[in-house]
């Protein structure tokens, strides 16, 4: 397959581009497989080589027609992740990749790569504790605004006023995590993006910093949500989560138009927020079966949250499986994703004293942060990944300190069922 996306006039599915797209056995003595690359530096086959290698990384002269990238030091690219970053763009639609040693580290080092002091960022809320960290507390200090919205129906409408409130010509990224973490509420990618161009096509004179919509796609991407299909910019994740699936690795991707990620992939060498060669060769290994493992996960959460549903103990359970026929996030949900993942939330009476009663009695089930892992998972937000959210905020994004998160894995159903009655009690 090599680098080719397409057979005559069809696309491979991304499915299959994972198999061996970007890969060329030829130059790994045809193993299969590409090997992982443990190597700190690239041997150059001549001086000259070495320095017209350095002329285009850092940009000292324009790419010939033809000519390609020459691999320098895995600080700034390495054969693993690269070939990880163009399956990844394939999946997303997008045309360029760039793989992080953590998901923070892709937000941080995107953020980081568009705005200037005095910019303003809009956000729906909430997002994942640690990205509400970096926006209240670490991007304030270099005088970025942030200014966020909740995160629903009403997300896109709130943007506008919110960029109106802040001085449109100031907004530089609108920053969507959809469905969020932890409340799994949807917000409209498309209409937010269009909310981006429309601020972006105001911008006289000032076209080289348009605009930029980042959507957050752990919780249903690669496989049940296309972001950048919708019209979103740069399509971002945790791969710590889904991509890597089973707990053995933290990191992050980036996926955009290689305008914008060009630019973010430079600031990356720099900090040095990129991942291991190591990390890059499992990622591609978990990457052929992420579509098998989110699609049979998802189904023992659609199973287990029927089951939740119905439990006398359980008040309100969160799952779009759930989402009722007729109300605006069902709507929005079934034209903007193709599958409801394997994260559920459930809530049960007596706050955190009863929710870790609870926690406390899973056998099958591990009481651990993160999701998307092949073991089923199961946490409590307001007290671990959300504890720095303040909780009257989070009540008020029905976030309950009675609430408890799933991560459903690939266990046996008959056992995770048994389990999660168990702990709550027959
Ligand atoms: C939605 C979401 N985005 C980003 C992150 C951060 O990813 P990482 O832990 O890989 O830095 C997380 C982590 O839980 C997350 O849930």
Request: aromatic share 6%; charged share 25%.
């Amino acid at each position: 397959m090599k680098r080719r996306h397409t057979s005559g006039d069809r696309e491979f599915n991304p499915e299959t581009l994972a198999l061996g797209f970007a890969y060329e056995p030829e130059l790994s003595q045809q193993a299969v497989k590409p090997p992982v690359f443990l190597t700190s530096t690239f041997q150059f086959g001549s001086a000259l080589e070495g320095k017209r290698f350095f002329e285009l990384a850092y940009g000292l002269r324009e790419q010939e027609v033809g000519e390609r990238r020459g691999l320098i030091y895995s600080r700034l690219n390495n054969p693993n992740l690269q070939i990880f970053e163009e399956r990844m763009a394939a999946w997303d639609r997008t045309e360029m990749g760039a793989t992080f040693s953590t998901g923070m580290a892709a937000i941080s080092t995107c953020m980081l790569g568009l705005l200037k002091p005095g910019d303003v960022v809009l956000t729906t809320s909430p997002v994942y504790g640690g990205t509400h960290y970096l926006f209240s507390h670490v991007l304030p200090v270099y005088g970025i605004e942030v200014r966020f919205v909740d995160a629903g129906d009403d997300a896109p409408g709130a943007m506008r006023a919110a960029a109106e409130a802040a001085g449109r010509e100031r907004v530089r990224v609108l920053f969507v995590e959809t469905p969020a973490n932890p409340n799994l509420v949807h917000s409209d990618v498309a209409a937010i993006s269009a909310l981006g161009r429309e601020l972006t096509a105001e911008r006289d004179g000032e076209s080289s910093r348009p605009v930029v919509t980042l959507v957050d796609n752990t919780l249903l991407g690669p496989v049940f949500q296309r972001p950048a299909v919708a019209g979103a910019d740069i399509v971002l994740y945790s791969a710590t989560k889904f991509l890597g699936g089973h707990s053995d690795l933290v990191a992050g991707v980036a996926t955009g138009p290689e305008s914008l990620m060009r630019p973010i992939r430079d600031l990356r060498t720099i900090l040095g927020t990129i991942t291991t060669p190591f990390n890059g060769w499992l990622l591609l290994r978990s990457l052929e079966t992420v579509s098998v493992r989110m699609r049979r996960q998802a189904k023992s959460a659609r199973k287990l949250a029927r089951i939740l549903e119905e439990h006398p103990k359980v008040t309100r359970v969160l799952h779009p499986s759930l989402l009722e026929e007729g109300t605006a996030q069902r709507a929005l949900f079934e034209r903007q994703c193709t599958g409801d993942g394997s994260l559920l939330c459930f809530e049960v009476e007596g706050g955190e004293a009863a929710a870790f009663e609870v926690l406390d009695r899973f056998e099958v089930f591990r009481l651990a942060v993160s999701l998307g892992g092949t073991e089923s998972l199961v946490e409590h937000p307001m007290s671990m990944t959300h504890a720095d959210v303040p909780p009257a905020e989070l009540e008020a994004l029905g976030v309950s300190s009675g609430m408890i998160r799933v991560s459903v894995g690939l266990e046996h159903m008959s056992d995770l069922r048994r389990d999660l009655k168990h702990a709550l009690g027959g």
